[in-house]
């Protein structure tokens, strides 16, 4: 027991003695989302670190009540702007007090100071503040001392009135200098170090209708002033990378979160060129606009509503950028590809790492640091070794080291196998190497079809060239076959012809084949001859129904990579049956009316044949989408438009022979019968709606009574 005892206190004091990492808990979720927009848990990428505010600085003033911008400085010095201090905060990379530029000595010998800076931005040689209030630039060295002031530009392209309030600025390596303004519209400011004006980039497109074009022409002056709607949006901030591609954001725009949208009319980020062409690639499952699913509106008070309200944008490495959203105090972290690798943070909360207002932030290293506005602090962000493996997968992908990069996102699939880029950046290394048929089944895993579509394209080239022989005898027995099939059909219909009586369900069925082709005689002995019948049509309409069903079912992984699992055979009867059924009985309520000849059931004979050629280009169409690559899909498209067209066609005729109309009267009729299919549907569903409150409320009543006895 003594023994016992002087081990267990020996431990005691060696765990007194050696310092021990206590890893606090991680106050929000980091995840990602999926190619269906739902979210995937991730390990976390970035963990709070430190906060800096006025202790960790070691200055009573701390940052200020009213801090707008926060920028790093290629020496890894911080640089805040607090705007009702009227001064720039300079923390050095440790993150203790260095400086604050506050007043200066102006060109002209005169005392001067800052009215409500907004931005800061600093490069190799100069400190650039956006002294907004005072409407210019204020340029200093890096060593605080005054330069010279870039004053407001002028320019017959401002419009009278304009009043200039940059908030946010940055220089490229040749001397240009960009310039956000929260009051200008044009775009960006390009400036030279003079303040000479070069023009206005970046501006975004305008949408307006045709309507709005015309009722603007009777608005008045005023109006037409007042109207927001016809003029390009405002940036927010801007940053730059090290090829001089210059990214901005705004928050006036109406996001498009829809998947696979790449357009960047509508995008809160923007990535530009020197010309002002928006150069972002936008590769991922869905936009990068931070927040996807969002709720446009709730009853709960504190529910966050609405798209990302991004704030600012930073340059990460190997080609990664985030933006911060200041409805939800989230950062979202893309790669050169526009897909999303992760998304942290939260707003409210005491726990460390929380922001409630995250204006702006920017990368000191492999650190993020968030700008909280209203606890006048900042939040540093230390990356995990799970963002460490994400950035060293990034990096051997861009110098071309597939090999590495398989290892490194096999790693990363190790620790967040939810993960659908890393089955997608596996593929596209697969690829690269040639192991077409292995990239395809990770593309497949994440649901990604066009780099599927790319990889089988491979395969499809290898088996071409292999059995190059088969193609052309396929080609030769399928037409082979179509012309032993319509000349055997038409030797049928020559013989049924002259047939007396009663026909046989075959040679119904087969005189689709001469209905199509000649629709006016066919439709007209489809009535007097007898050729058809209400069991051929049934037919014709199940058939109808079992194509439209092998189309959701049978289409090709890369048409359909997400077969509905609730269309069904019901769904399809009742996309088929249910227009069908519609258009018969208001075809037959107006046309009773209108002195047409047809009956019911002539009607629904003569539309059930119309259906034909959905069955006979739909299943080829559906058959050959497995061995199309995505460029070819216009083929599909094409056979399904003619085929719509054709039976459109077929309808019009059939309803003009059947009721003995003339083309004129019978278009109106066929209008006439859309607007009845509508009414008819519309009483259904008020009809619908009456019996389930009539059943609500004599279920209410008996409830009420047995409740009572």
């Known amino acids: ?15 007194m003695v050696l310092p021990i990492a206590v890893s606090a808990s991680v106050p929000y979720a980091t995840y990602t989302y999926s190619s269906q927009g739902l979210v995937l848990s991730s390990p976390d990428a970035y963990v709070p670190d430190t906060i800096i505010d006025g202790e960790v600085m070691g200055s009573t003033a701390g940052l200020g009540s009213d801090v707008r911008d926060l920028f790093v400085a290629p020496n890894e010095k911080i640089f805040v702007a607090d705007g009702a201090g009227g001064r720039i905060i300079v923390l050095d990379r440790y993150y203790k007090w260095e400086a604050d530029i506050k007043e200066f000595v102006n060109s002209n010998g005169i005392p001067d100071t800052f009215k409500n800076p907004s931005g800061v931005y600093v490069d190799e040689d100069y400190i650039f503040v956006c002294d907004t209030d005072n409407n210019r630039i204020v340029v200093f060295d890096l060593d605080y001392n005054f330069v010279k002031i870039i004053p407001q530009p002028v320019s017959s392209y401002f419009e009278e009135g304009d009043i200039y309030k940059p908030v946010a600025c940055v220089a490229d390596d040749y001397g240009r200098l960009f310039v956000v303004s929260s009051t200008t519209y044009q ?3 390009v400036l030279n170090m003079n303040g000479d004006f070069f023009g206005f980039i970046g501006a975004t497109k305008v949408q307006v209708n045709a309507l709005e074009l015309l009722w603007r022409r009777f608005q008045t002056e005023e109006q037409r002033a007042n109207t927001k709607d016809y003029v390009s949006t405002e940036f927010n901030n801007i940053t730059i990378d090290d090829q001089n591609f210059i990214y901005v954001t705004t928050s006036s725009v109406d996001v498009d979160l829809s998947p696979g949208n790449v357009s960047g009319d509508n995008a809160p980020v923007r990535k530009l060129n020197a010309s002002g062409i928006d150069v ?13 699913m969002v709720e446009t509106r709730s009853t709960d008070p504190d529910a966050i509503v609405g798209a990302s309200k991004v704030t600012d944008v930073a340059i990460g490495p190997e080609g990664t950028w985030s933006i911060v959203d200041e409805n939800r105090s989230k950062v ?19 726990q460390v790492g929380n922001v409630d207002l995250a204006e702006a932030l920017t990368y000191q290293g492999s650190n993020i640091l968030v700008l909280d506005k209203t606890n006048s602090n900042i939040v540093v962000y230390r990356r995990t070794e799970y963002a460490d493996l994400l950035i060293s997968a990034l990096e051997h992908d861009n110098d071309r080291m597939y090999d590495v990069t398989i290892n490194d996102w096999t790693e990363i699939l190790k620790r967040n196998n939810n993960f659908d880029a890393a089955y997608i950046q596996i593929g596209k290394s697969l690829y690269r190497q040639g192991q077409y048929e292995e990239s395809m089944d990770y593309f497949k895993a994440a649901n990604e079809t066009v780099n599927y579509s790319e990889a089988y394209k491979e395969i499809r080239k290898e088996w071409a060239n292999r059995f190059f022989w088969i193609v052309p005898i396929i080609i030769v027995a399928a ?20 047939k007396i009586g009663r026909k046989s369900l075959k040679e119904e069925l087969l005189y689709v084949f001469h209905v199509i082709f000649h629709p006016f ?7 007097h001859e007898k050729r058809g019948s209400v069991k051929s049509a049934f037919v014709i309409l199940l058939v109808t129904v079992m194509v439209f069903f092998y189309n959701t079912i049978g289409q090709g992984y890369i048409f359909n990579p997400r077969p509905s699992t609730t269309f069904n055979i019901m769904g399809a009867i009742t996309a088929v049956v249910i227009p069908l059924l519609l258009w018969v009985v208001a075809n037959w309520c107006l046309t009773t009316l209108f002195e047409g000849e047809g009956s019911m059931k002539d009607i629904f004979v003569a539309s059930c044949y119309c259906l034909s050629p959905l069955c006979l280009l739909m299943l080829p169409a559906t058959i050959a989408s497995n061995f199309l690559i995505a460029s070819e899909g216009g083929i599909i498209s094409l056979f399904v438009s003619i085929a719509f ?52 409320f004599i279920t209410n009543i008996i409830n009420e009574i047995s409740y009572r006895l």
């Open 1 to 15: 027991m003594k023994k016992l005892s002087k081990i267990l206190i020996f431990t005691l004091a060696l765990l």
């Open 187 to 189: 775009g960006i400011i």
């Open 280 to 292: 972002m690639a936008r590769n991922g499952f869905f936009p990068p606009s931070g927040e996807i």
């Open 332 to 350: 979202f972290t893309y790669d050169a590809n526009g897909s999303l690798l992760f998304a942290f943070g939260d707003k409210n909360g005491a």
């Open 479 to 498: 037409c082979f076959g179509l012309a032993k099939l319509f000349g055997y059909a038409g030797k049928v219909n020559k013989r049924t012809a002259l």
């Open 521 to 527: 005689d066919g439709f007209w002995d489809l009535k």
């Open 645 to 696: 067209i054709w039976m459109g066609l077929l309808l019009f005729i059939a309803m003009m022979v059947t009721h003995n109309y003339s083309a004129g009267k019978n278009a109106l009729t066929c209008i006439a019968t859309i607007v009845g299919m509508a009414f008819i549907m519309f009483m259904g569903l008020l009809f619908s709606s009456l019996v389930g409150k009539i059943v609500s």
